[in-house]
């Protein structure tokens, strides 16, 4: 059974978000942005799913073993794209949003990268400002789409990379490892005393 909105603040220690590295897991991402856009928002499947999924890392919220969320970043010389962003109606309260964006700006940090750029319209681009941080960028327009009744602004949040965020000087391990999953020794990793 579905938690309600009003209940899920109460289980936030059952709320995850994860890296997607498995089939299983990005076969839950679709399934949450097909709720989203395709049911809800009317948006064609065509542009829901396009060429950049192939390209992008996506990351997958769960309650329990429940998928309930789901975003997508794409990567840039200098700031990462975070987008098609989606919860199911039932979790779309700011404690889970807020858990979930902070683990991406946590994983886009430590690739090494100070900016996120995403793209919302105004009702959610209030909200990606007030309870995310992200403020508009001067001297850009507003971007529509065919059936879009409304533009989408473009919004940026400054982020602080850790020290051990992954550069060039990283060891050669840690390039080695999945997505994410830089801090855990790989089970091929040969073992050298």
């Known amino acids: 059974m579905e938690?309600?909105?009003?209940?899920s603040g109460k289980h936030d220690n059952l709320i995850r978000a994860e890296v997607v590295t498995t089939p299983e897991q990005l076969l839950h991402a679709y399934a949450i942005r097909a709720?989203?856009?395709?049911?809800?928002?009317?948006?064609?499947?065509r542009?829901?799913?396009?060429?950049?999924?192939?390209?992008?890392?996506?990351?997958?919220?769960?309650?329990e073993d429940e998928p309930i969320g789901?975003?997508?970043?794409r990567w840039f010389k200098d700031f990462a794209k975070m987008e098609r962003t989606s919860f199911r109606k039932a979790w779309r309260d700011p404690r889970t949003i807020k858990?979930?964006?902070?683990?991406?700006?946590?994983?886009?940090?430590?690739?090494?990268?100070?900016?996120?750029?995403?793209?919302?319209?105004?009702?959610?681009a209030r909200l990606w400002r007030s309870l995310l941080g992200f403020r508009p960028v001067p001297n850009k327009d507003p971007l529509y789409f065919?059936?879009?009744?409304?533009?989408?602004?473009?919004?940026?949040k400054e982020l602080n990379p850790p020290?051990?965020?992954?550069?060039?000087?990283?060891?050669?391990?840690?390039?080695?490892?999945?997505?994410?999953?830089?801090?855990d020794r790989s089970e091929f990793e040969a073992r050298r005393t």
């Open 146 to 156: 065919e059936g879009h009744d409304e533009p989408y602004l473009e919004l940026i």
């Open 3 to 7: 938690k309600s909105a009003s209940t």
């Open 47 to 63: 542009q829901t799913y396009d060429g950049n999924d192939y390209q992008a890392t996506h990351i997958i919220v769960y309650a």
């Open 70 to 73: 789901t975003a997508r970043i």
């Open 99 to 124: 858990k979930c964006a902070e683990f991406i700006f946590d994983h886009i940090s430590r690739k090494g990268y100070d900016r996120v750029i995403t793209h919302a319209q105004p009702t959610y």
């Open 35 to 45: 709720i989203c856009f395709l049911e809800e928002h009317g948006v064609p499947a």
């Open 163 to 183: 020290k051990n965020a992954i550069t060039a000087d990283s060891d050669t391990a840690v390039l080695f490892r999945i997505e994410g999953q830089w801090d």
